[in-house]
């Protein structure tokens, strides 16, 4: 897999100079220059459930103990240990039962000589008392053989009065969750940079945090292009085939952490696609595209996107009077360019699948630039002025790689979102999502670029062939350090690529892999 920081060998400030488009790029440095232009979205503070999948921003410290009381680990009896030593099943103890101490119980007895309280998991330990005898220890009160459990209160209330007779001895903290053991007092329990899963968030929650500060999902936009495409659930009239790149794309986004809008396939018409993209720029902290980007005469994308390009969405923004992409966008300013608002951007005029649940929280500052601040800042709106916007700009470009040869990246609309444009052949669309989407996902959500693990494997079969200069991804079954190629290297393949669980690299400069040879293994699951 690409190395995390390659180098990217240009800056990409103008518009594209002409003559750059026969260059190859190697996939090294379009990752480079793409990672170049994305940074980590601005911080917010989120409701925790909103966080998960999110990078903590702030060192959490738990303001109390966990646990915060000594507590009993079992049902059982809370009794002084001195009162239990030598009980044995011959010769029980017979202790005084002075009441019940139920979770949650507040005002508590105190446990005197020859007294037990009756206590359940998580109840307070009472005072007097230094050890717990699980019920299985005792009679259960019942005056009889060794209990297996109690008895509900509310059928036999009883229970918490009488006597109990103890058959085991409990050594002074047998059974008692000591207040402190798991968490101290202003421990760091959280570091910044922490991705929050469901055991992160049950600690910050157990710690009495209800909210934390993270940054939030990406919004992620897919959009297919081409005049061919029909929804799946649709008969297929002559000519036609269903749209699987924006299922497939919106899916691997969502896989990699963003929050996903599927937008329905835009035909290939340019001004159209324009019109599209610059609708759905209110939402969008990444907009991906499929197809329409090689050298054909209907290849949308290049055709909407190349040439000058310089503030091309510049006053024709949704809320009218949208800045010039030459002039900076003040954070704040609500003339100065979308809302921002994240969960309120149902973009009109084009069909979408339902996103899922949108954390409800806005950006701060609200608009422009807000959403799209440097790293590691604070999240409060830019106090100095902001960087002006990049230019609207895609590069189109060939890459030294197959699938996935023709390859668009750049920066558009009044806060420079980043639009990445990939070829529309599905296992290429694929492919390129893994090393270039994906990446550009995980810099937004303040993660390292690299998601997914790279190992090498035996490849038994080999690969008897591979285009010289390109580095190669084929799609394969990975097992006990072996993998088996999968389908051969059409990007029409889909099939082979449902089946892989890993793609192949075979290196630009082998155009085989002889039979028990290694390769590095990007495993996909
Ligand atoms: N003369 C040349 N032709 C092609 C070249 C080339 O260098 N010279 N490159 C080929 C390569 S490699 C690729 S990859 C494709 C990329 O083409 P586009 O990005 O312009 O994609 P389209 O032409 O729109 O579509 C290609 C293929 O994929 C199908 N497709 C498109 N979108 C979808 C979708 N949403 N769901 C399912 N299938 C989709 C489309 O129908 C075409 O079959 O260009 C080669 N040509
Ligand atoms: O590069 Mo295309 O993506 O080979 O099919």
Not at 8 to 13: L, M, N, Y
Not at 205 to 213: D, E, F, M, T
Not at 224 to 229: A, D, N, P, Q
């Amino acid at each position: 897999m690409a190395p995390a920081t390659p180098e990217a060998p240009q800056e990409s400030r103008g518009p594209q100079e002409p003559g750059e488009e026969s260059r190859v790029w190697s996939v090294d440095e379009h990752l480079a220059d793409i990672l170049r232009q994305v940074s980590p979205l601005e911080p917010l503070e989120l409701q925790l459930l909103d966080a998960q999948g999110c990078v903590l921003t702030e060192d959490v410290t738990a303001a109390v103990a966990l646990p915060p009381f000594d507590n009993s680990s079992m049902d059982g009896y809370a009794v002084r240990a001195e009162d239990v030593e030598g009980a044995s099943a011959e010769s029980p103890r017979t202790l005084t039962v002075i009441g019940d101490i139920a979770a949650g119980s507040g005002g508590l007895p105190t446990v005197g000589p020859g007294t037990a309280a009756r206590i359940m998991t998580g109840a307070p330990l009472p005072p007097g008392a230094d050890a717990v005898v699980p019920v299985e220890w005792t009679d259960g009160g019942t005056g009889g053989g060794p209990a297996t459990a109690m008895r509900a209160h509310s059928t036999a209330p009883e229970g918490a009065t009488g006597e109990v007779r103890v058959h085991r001895p409990a050594p002074a903290g047998s059974h008692v969750r000591r207040r402190g053991c798991d968490v101290a007092d202003g421990d760091t329990v959280l570091r910044s940079g922490t991705l929050l899963g469901p055991a992160q968030l049950g600690l910050a929650a157990a710690i009495g945090r209800g909210s934390v500060r993270v940054r939030p999902r990406p919004r992620v936009v897919v959009m297919s292009t081409g005049s061919e495409l029909v929804p799946p659930g649709t008969e297929l009239p002559p000519g036609r085939i269903h749209d699987s790149n924006s299922f497939a794309l919106t899916a691997a986004a969502r896989d990699a952490g963003a929050l996903a809008y599927r937008v329905t396939a835009v035909a290939d018409d340019a001004a159209s696609l324009r019109a599209a993209v610059e609708e759905q720029l209110i939402r969008a902290d990444l907009v991906v595209t499929s197809g329409g980007v090689s050298v054909g005469a209907y290849d949308v994308v290049k055709e909407a996107f190349s040439g000058p390009g310089r503030g091309a969405f510049s006053g024709e923004g949704p809320e009218g009077g949208a800045p010039s992409g030459e002039e900076p966008v003040a954070a704040g300013d609500p003339g100065g360019g979308r809302g921002d608002g994240r969960g309120d951007g149902a973009a009109t005029g084009v069909e979408e699948t339902d996103p899922g649940a949108e954390p409800s929280h806005t950006r701060p500052g609200g608009a422009g630039t807000a959403g799209r601040s440097a790293a590691g800042g604070s999240g409060s709106p830019a106090s100095a002025a902001p960087p002006p916007p990049p230019a609207d700009r895609v590069d189109f470009r060939r890459l030294a790689m197959q699938p996935g040869k023709p390859q668009g990246f750049g920066r558009v609309g009044p806060d420079g979102t980043p639009l990445l444009a990939l070829p529309g052949n599905p296992v290429s669309a694929f492919v390129s999502f893994e090393l270039f989407v994906r990446p550009a996902i995980r810099a937004l959500m303040g993660l390292p670029p690299q998601g997914r693990g790279t190992v090498r494997a035996v490849c038994p079969e080999g690969v008897t062939s591979s285009p010289a200069g390109k580095r190669q991804y084929l799609r394969g079954r990975f097992a006990d350090g072996r993998v088996t190629p999968l389908g051969g290297p059409g990007s029409h393949l889909m099939k082979a690529l449902a089946d892989a669980d890993a793609l192949i690299v075979v290196p630009e400069e082998a155009t085989s892999v002889p039979p028990g040879g290694e390769v590095d293994v990007i495993l996909l699951r």
